[in-house]
Structures are given as structure tokens and as C-alpha cells.
């Protein structure tokens, strides 16, 4: 299960490797501090809506032998449970927090590559935090390298710091001493 | 419209270029569910205005986009087992991102044709440069260029092996080399685009 987050988090982050949620992190960079009911909502959506959607995937569509339709039916309950929060934040917060796309990704990617209703969860829950954990680097990148706007220069850094940090983070797992590689 | 299109093309290359190898094969097979999807899109935009529910918008459209992501998952594990093995979840990061395109560009239309003509001249210019960029990547990594076929991808080899040439190739095949090109390209594509902007400017006071 320890391996299960490191996995997730670390090894094989699903921000770095599907590219899931690369622009939406290069955004919410530049104002963390207005993104953080997004941010707030997206962990309570992604988690109660891979639960939801693991259970009914597990007890009804695997019975059925219709276990392909999961992402129909998630799609179905991430946009209940979507609508829910954000009309609860809208009517106490009054700010606007929605945000589909990377949500609905984590949920799928949960209930797709798990095997029990904990691993699930882990794994939703390991996808969001690798998500939280690439926005403090962009923002630390950002501020040494003094990219204040949002120019194509500036993207471009940010870019190349990105990629620099996935092979940072992808570089142990190489055989580097393969002779095709060098 | 610069900022737009500029957030468009990102979007896309980060869902296209990013989380699959870089074979043409699979570049031919993602492009078409891409064209198709936005496609759906725009003709399901344009029933839901005719059948006056465009509240129902922001529900309805996802809806349609992942059903046809099944579907051609669907038909791919019946045509090609092995290549809807490799590229299992890539349909959905494609319909994820073509609902994201189609919101940007189309705010209200009720013809069927002018909504048709925004989306697809879009997508089928962001089609020829990832094709581009799939052809390049597969012949600096592995020298081939590969077709689907139904036992996988078919290759064609088109360089000889030399070991210079493809040890620097292999790095643009990896993640790390996505993202490099994806930066360089919108580095280069956001200067044409000012220079173009101030060739129109120089002209239009030239006219005056």
C-alpha cells in the first residue's frame, strides 16, 4: 500500500506521465492563493466521486459484464457530485470553483487501475497530491527566474523546467548503460 | 484571439503529444478520434440549440464526447487488439480536451456549417502539425515510420542505424522531449504570429 502511494505520487505522477494536468498547474501558479477553493474542491470531488464510482463499477456493471461502460458511469456521478459542491461553495463562498477537466481524469484513472475500494482511494488521492505537490515547484522556478507575465517566453522557461524536473524525478529508472543510448 | 488559440494548442499537444510513444501509427489513429470528436461536438452543440436546452450544455456535450470515446475504444479492441492495449486511455484525454477546445471557440451558433467550419479549421491545422511532429519523432528515435495494422503497427524503415543519429533522436521519443518541442513550437509559433500581427499594422497605416 506504502508502494501503491510512492507509485502514484513519485515514480509515475500521473501530472508528468499523461500530462493530465501540465496547464491547469502552469495556471494556477500564478495565483495560488485565488486557486485555492478550486483546489479545495477538486480533492472533495475527485474523492467521494471515485468511491461512488468504484462501487457501482464493482457491484453492477462487473455483474452485468459491462465493466467497459465505467467511464460512462463515472462521468454520470462526477457531474452530480460536481454540480452539488459547487452550488454549496457558490451559495456560502460566492466565488465560481469549477473545474472538470483534471477531476474527472483523476476519477477515471482511480477507478480504472484499481483492484479494491482502498486502492482506489489511494490511488485518487495520490493523483491529487503529485498535482498539489508540481504547483510550489513551478512557483519557486517562477520566482527564481523572475517570469512575472504570461508571455511565450515565459511559458517556454516554465516548459523546460517542467520536463527538466521529469527527468529528475524519471532518471533512476533508465538503464542508462545500454548501448543504444549513448 | 492570440491568447486563444494559443491556450487551444496547448491544450491539445499536452493531451496528443505527451502521454503516448512517439510511432505515427498511433498519431494517424488519435488524430482521426480527435477530428471525430469535434466533430460530435459541434453537431451536438447545434441539437441542443434546436431542441432549446442550452442550459443543458456543459452536461450534455461531455456526455456525448465520452460515449463516442467508448465507442471507438470499442471498435479498435475489435479491429486492432494491440494497439487499443497501448492506447487505453488516450481516447478519453482526447475527448477531455476536445470538449475544452469546443468550449473556447463556440460561444452561441445556431448554423450548422459556420459552427462546423470554426472547429474543424482548428483541429485539422493542430492535425497536420502533430502529424508532423509524430513523423519527426519517429524517424529521429527509431529511423522508421510506422502505419496501424491490425496485428499492431506495421513499419517501414527509412534511416540505417547509426548510432549518433539515433541517440539523440531517442531523447525527442521520451516525455522530456515532448514537452522540449511542445515549448519550442510555442516559442516560434508566438513570433510568427507578432510578426504577422506587425506586418498588418505597418500595412494598414500604409493604406492610410
New interface residues.
Given amino acids: 500500500m506504502f508502494a501503491d502511494i510512492i507509485f502514484y505520487i513519485i515514480v509515475s505522477s500521473t501530472v508528468m506521465i499523461y500530462g493530465a494536468g501540465l496547464n491547469r498547474a502552469v495556471v494556477f501558479s500564478y495565483s495560488p492563493h485565488q486557486s485555492m477553493f478550486k483546489l479545495l474542491k477538486m480533492f472533495l470531488v475527485v474523492i467521494t466521486a471515485s468511491t461512488l464510482s468504484y462501487l457501482v463499477s464493482a457491484k453492477f456493471l462487473m455483474i452485468a459484464d459491462l465493466s467497459e461502460l465505467y467511464p460512462f458511469t463515472s462521468l454520470l456521478i462526477f457531474m452530480i457530485i460536481s454540480s452539488f459542491i459547487e452550488s454549496i461553495i457558490r451559495i456560502t463562498a460566492k466565488i465560481s470553483a469549477s473545474e472538470f477537466a483534471i477531476s474527472y481524469l483523476f476519477v477515471l484513472i482511480g477507478t480504472g487501475e484499481s483492484t479494491s475500494l482502498t486502492e482506489c482511494l489511494l490511488i485518487s488521492s495520490s493523483c491529487i497530491l503529485s498535482f498539489f505537490m508540481l504547483i510550489p515547484f513551478i512557483i519557486a522556478i517562477r520566482y527564481r527566474s523572475s517570469v512575472r507575465q504570461k508571455n511565450s517566453k515565459d511559458f517556454f522557461l516554465i516548459y523546460i523546467s517542467i520536463a527538466i524536473i521529469i527527468i529528475i524525478t524519471l532518471a533512476w529508472n533508465v538503464s542508462w548503460l545500454n548501448p543504444k543510448v549513448f | 484571439m492570440k491568447?486563444n488559440s494559443?491556450?487551444i494548442f496547448?491544450?491539445l499537444s499536452?493531451?496528443i503529444?505527451?502521454?503516448f510513444p512517439g510511432r505515427l501509427g498511433y498519431g494517424i489513429i488519435l488524430l482521426l478520434a480527435l477530428n471525430l470528436m469535434t466533430l460530435i461536438a459541434a453537431a451536438s452543440r447545434v441539437l441542443i440549440v434546436k431542441i432549446s436546452l442550452k442550459e443543458l450544455q456543459h452536461?450534455i456535450v461531455?456526455?456525448m464526447l465520452?460515449?463516442s470515446?467508448?465507442v471507438f475504444r470499442?471498435l479498435l479492441v475489435m479491429i486492432s487488439p494491440v494497439i487499443a492495449l497501448t492506447l487505453s486511455?488516450g481516447f478519453?484525454?482526447t475527448a477531455?480536451?476536445s470538449?475544452?477546445v469546443s468550449s473556447f471557440f463556440i460561444p452561441d451558433m445556431e448554423n450548422f456549417s459556420s459552427e462546423l467550419k470554426t472547429g474543424i479549421k482548428s483541429t485539422l491545422v493542430f492535425s497536420a502539425y502533430a502529424l508532423f511532429i509524430f513523423a519527426f519523432r519517429d524517424i529521429a528515435g527509431y529511423g522508421t515510420l510506422t502505419v496501424p495494422s491490425t496485428e499492431g503497427l506495421r513499419s517501414v524503415l527509412i534511416l540505417q542505424e547509426s548510432?549518433g543519429f539515433?541517440?539523440l533522436g531517442?531523447f525527442f521519443n521520451t516525455?522530456?522531449?515532448a514537452?522540449?518541442i511542445?515549448?519550442?513550437t510555442?516559442?516560434i509559433?508566438?513570433?510568427i504570429l507578432d510578426n504577422y500581427r506587425k506586418i498588418d499594422i505597418e500595412e494598414s497605416a500604409d493604406v492610410r
Fill in positions: 491568447t494559443r491556450l496547448l491544450a499536452t493531451a503529444l505527451i502521454p452536461v461531455p456526455v465520452i460515449t470515446a467508448l470499442n486511455f478519453f484525454l477531455v480536451s470538449f475544452f548510432r539515433t541517440s531517442l516525455i522530456p522531449g514537452i522540449v511542445i515549448a519550442v510555442q516559442v509559433y508566438s513570433i
